[in-house]
């Protein structure tokens, strides 16, 4: 159920949305405060469109009228508006609601468009926000009565990608369809989403027009850094400095403000102190600027009134429909000949490439751009977001995928806007280009306030690296690494796999690649007879033909070249590094023809092909410009780190993309029936569920739980544990204690009524030594289940990364060890296999040291069973189940103990 919020509704559905032409808009839950807005609204829809909505033309609406159609209850009834900024106030362009028909699982859908906004895709997007939070209300229907001259509200309702059902009736159509997210829908969501963010962005990397507002004459400030850069880059369109105080700026002609410029302007860089850039931006609004870069700093990263600040600048560009880059930031740059954008105040302007650069550090932008020139990584585009008020990673990612002059993606992050979104976007595009990145502040200590093992172990970096895993991403941990890798892949294909052949010209290099490769997990096989013939026609000397491949000291262009054909041509062999230390006997430049000469036949091969050339890193290029690079560095560890990432992206791309399975045997109802009563029955917030309510709710998924009892006193607790069966364990039963062995809570092997009722009186005992009789609302008694691996399940709600399911080895050790690993819901059924598999200690389930393998498919079954529990039930915020003993193959597990919050 929604909850409405202090600000009088959910503020959950208070979004910003791109529309088909690229304009931002603000969608939000109507108020009651809206009654002289929708009054406005109503008063300027034209007659057809009043009747299209209405099935007649009404008469003149009045207050009351307006009061009852902005008076919702944001649960059997819900409205969103559609908001602009227009003649220095918001006004509603646009109206969605529904209301609950008495079916209780049905909704009446309604849609009506102003009609100057019309045919922008504004109407889907409040059906979009509609069925969110009909969705969320429970309502699995929507029903809509549509005119039958009202096509384009029918198109609307046919191409969203739902099944649709209609009947047409006195020229109405009486239209239904179920709401439950399908792969159909999404994928079409997902496609109006790229075509408005790829419209949106045009303007912004593509301008034909820039403003420089705070252009200034002086040398060294932003202001005239920016525009000498934008002039110096010899930018395609037309350039506007905007300055009060100056005629021209550098020659160019100045204006007073953005409004007094004669021409249209699609993009306009701001650089003015920050308690002047609000009435700056809104200017820019006024003057129908289609987006904005605000380089100027003072804001959320300098305190409250920073934050205050950038508040009313993003609403003001939202208000606009204009796209923001910043603020706090530094640019953009776009090396397209046709455009030649500089728009920052770096006055390197990077070489043309196939690399796409985004960082939320302005500083670190500029060194990045000079790095990468130096050397010869050519950038695509570079965008610094800065504080990232609009435009994101999430924006950039989905424009690089459909750029055609960009092959790599390169991100310098410090935090995530919406980690979902992102992790839903990142894994479609990794599929196709791979994305490296940097996540800083992965250091950051501090365990989360949480009443669970599972919200301590699952920490926000466990977290990242876990969204990393299952999108494809490349992670690096420093920029250098991120270069690195960048030198590979811009220019080399991808390997086809982790078997490397090393060629070197002195021993220890060699050795000390060999040890890397190891290190990194990439293997050197051995030369197979056929291949070690051909390389001994090529290897003029005495020496032992081996993988890694000595040629020693004199080796010269002939046997370097002969060498790599041969490797170059061997399908033993996936990727091939060539060391080489410049003695005094061979010229350098006699070894870079050689490696010139081969090159090609690497790429004819899609084999990548590394270089050592030690005391030189970049990129060396070829004779002929047309071409690709081949990477060099500086020492063989750093050349085996680069093709390590990219042989485990190159294994990410082969791994089959999983699915969703369908599970059968989920009560889902029977789960509702035991999660609202417990709701309604307390007010406390987070509210553990009670142990047996945990252990039902557990079952109506299908979950296997030992046969648990609640015993208030002694006596109660022989009598249930002669009922289950000797032997038995005993357990303190109390929400507020999590670690039950600590406090002595627990005891095994019970195996009499005698044994038991002794159990009973030391449990209680042990807690009131330590002041916590008062917590024991009594024991749970339990088969006792001796045989099996100790596991442990848990989900926790991480309020960046949304749930987060984990998986490890339970027990008493399990927050000791921190033996687990974590993955993002919802699970394909390969995501549930890869977390089993990807904790240090998988190997026990397999069987070891004469122990049989364990059921590791009953975990999988398990580990989805719980993905669709959280995605039924969205209060769970805490979930345990420690231990859950793992028995031998065929036979399944059990869930000992378990812990379930609420919220």
């Known amino acids: 159920m929604v909850v409405a919020t202090q600000t009088g509704y959910p503020a959950l559905y208070d979004t910003e949305v791109l529309l088909k032409d690229g304009s931002r808009i603000r969608l939000r839950p109507i108020v009651k405060e809206d009654a002289e807005q929708w009054l406005a609204f109503v008063s300027r829809l034209s007659p057809e469109t009043k009747y299209l909505r209405f099935h007649h033309v009404p008469k003149d609406f009045g207050w009351e009228d307006a009061l009852r159609f ?167 369109g ?21 409004l007094d410029v004669p021409g249209s302007v699609d993009l306009a860089t701001i650089a003015v ?174 365990a989360r306030a949480a009443a669970s093992h599972t919200g301590v172990l699952a920490t926000p970096e466990i977290a990242a690296e876990a969204l990393f895993r299952q999108t494809g991403i490349i992670r690096v941990n420093t920029v250098e690494e991120l270069f690195d890798t960048a030198a590979l892949l811009s220019n080399q294909p991808t390997p086809a796999g982790k078997r490397v052949a090393i060629v070197t010209n002195g021993g220890g290099p060699g050795i000390l690649a060999a040890d890397a490769c190891e290190q990194q997990g990439l293997y050197l096989p051995e030369f197979s007879p056929q291949t070690s013939q051909r390389l001994s026609f090529s290897v003029k000397r005495d020496t032992n033909i081996r993988n890694p491949l000595d040629m020693t000291a004199s080796a010269g262009r002939e046997e370097y070249e002969g060498v790599l054909k041969v490797l170059a041509n061997d399908s033993d062999i996936d990727a091939v590094i060539a060391i080489f230390i410049p003695p005094v006997v061979v010229n350098l430049a006699v070894t870079e023809e050689a490696i010139r000469r081969v090159a090609p036949v690497f790429r004819r091969n899609r084999k990548p092909l590394l270089l050592c050339f030690m005391g030189q890193r970049g990129l060396m290029s070829m004779v002929d410009a047309r071409e690709k690079a081949v990477p060099s560095y500086l020492f063989p560890e750093d050349a085996v780190s680069a093709l390590a990432r990219a042989a485990e992206y190159g294994e990410w791309l082969r791994r089959p993309r999983g699915k969703m399975p369908r599970i059968v045997g989920l009560k889902r109802d029977k789960a509702r029936q035991i999660i609202e009563p417990a709701m309604k029955a307390s007010s406390r917030r987070p509210l553990s569920l009670p142990i047996l309510e945990t252990s039902k709710l557990l079952m109506s998924y299908g979950v296997r739980c030992v046969d648990t009892a609640l015993a208030r006193n002694a006596e109660e607790a022989v009598a249930v544990a002669a009922k289950i069966g000797f032997p038995v364990v005993l357990k303190v039963a109390s929400p507020a204690i999590l670690h039950k062995t600590e406090v002595g809570g627990v005891a095994l092997d019970l195996r009499s009524g005698e044994d038991v009722a002794l159990a009973f009186d030391d449990i209680r005992a042990r807690l009131r030594e330590r002041h916590l009789e008062a917590d024991m609302e009594g024991v749970t008694v339990q088969k006792m289940i001796t045989e099996g691996i100790e596991a442990i399940v848990g989900m926790t709600q991480d309020p960046s990364f949304g749930p987060l399911i984990m998986f490890g080895l339970g027990g008493i050790y399990a927050e000791l060890l921190k033996e687990v690993s974590v993955r993002l819901h919802p699970l394909t059924d390969l995501d549930a296999r890869d977390l089993i598999d990807s904790i240090k200690s998988a190997k026990l389930f397999e069987g070891v040291r004469g122990f049989p393998p364990s059921d590791v498919e009953a975990l999988e079954d398990l580990l989805l069973r719980v993905s669709a529990m959280v995605e039924d039930i969205p209060e769970i915020a805490e979930l345990d189940m420690n231990p859950v003993k793992v028995l031998r193959r065929g036979e399944g597990y059990w869930v000992v103990d378990a812990r379930i919050i609420l919220k």
């Open 70 to 236: 902005s008076t919702v209850d944001y649960t059997n009834s819900f409205a969103l508006v559609a908001e602009v900024r227009r003649y220095g106030r918001e006004e509603i362009v646009a109206l969605g609601r529904y209301n609950r028909l008495p079916d209780k699982r049905a909704a009446e859908l309604a849609l009506v468009v102003e009609d100057g906004y019309q045919g922008r895709g504004l109407g889907t997007k409040l059906m979009e926000g509609l069925i969110q939070a009909a969705r969320d209300n429970g309502i699995r229907t929507f029903e809509a009565y549509v005119l039958a001259d009202n096509q384009e509200t029918m198109s609307l309702l046919k191409n969203y990608g739902f099944h649709i059902e209609s009947e047409l009736e006195g020229g109405v159509y009486h239209v239904s369809f179920n709401i439950t997210p399908t792969a159909r829908a999404t994928r079409r969501e997902e496609q109006r989403e790229l075509v408005s963010t790829l419209a949106s962005l045009r303007p912004l990397l593509y301008p034909r027009s820039v403003a420089v507002i705070g252009a200034s004459r002086s040398p060294g400030t932003i202001g005239y850094l920016l525009l000498k850069c934008l002039l110096q880059s010899r930018f395609s």
């Open 238 to 258: 037309v350039v506007y400095p905007v300055n009060p105080n100056a005629e021209a700026v550098m020659a160019v002609k100045a204006y007073p403000s953005v």
């Open 273 to 446: 102190p920050a308690p002047l850039v609000a009435k700056v931006a809104d200017e820019c609004g006024r003057k129908g600027v289609r987006a904005l870069v605000v380089i100027s700093d003072g804001f959320k990263e300098s305190g409250e009134e920073g934050a205050a600040r950038e508040d009313q600048l993003r609403e003001i560009a939202l208000g606009y429909g204009m796209r923001l880059v910043g603020p706090n930031c530094m640019g953009v740059i776009n090396t397209d000949p046709s455009v030649n954008l500089n728009s920052t105040f770096s006055q390197v302007f990077p070489p043309a490439g196939n690399v796409a650069f985004l960082t939320q550090s302005g500083a670190l932008g500029l060194a990045i751009v000079e790095y990468a020139v130096n050397l010869n990584i050519g950038i695509s585009t570079f965008v610094s977001v800065g504080n990232r008020a609009d435009v994101s990673s999430d924006d950039l990612l989905q424009y690089w995928e459909h750029d055609p002059a960009t092959r790599l993606i390169l991100l310098y992050i410090e935090s995530f806007g919406s980690p979902r979104k992102f992790g839903r976007i990142a894994r479609r595009v990794s599929a196709s280009k791979p994305i490296v990145a940097v996540k800083s502040g992965s250091t950051a200590a501090g």
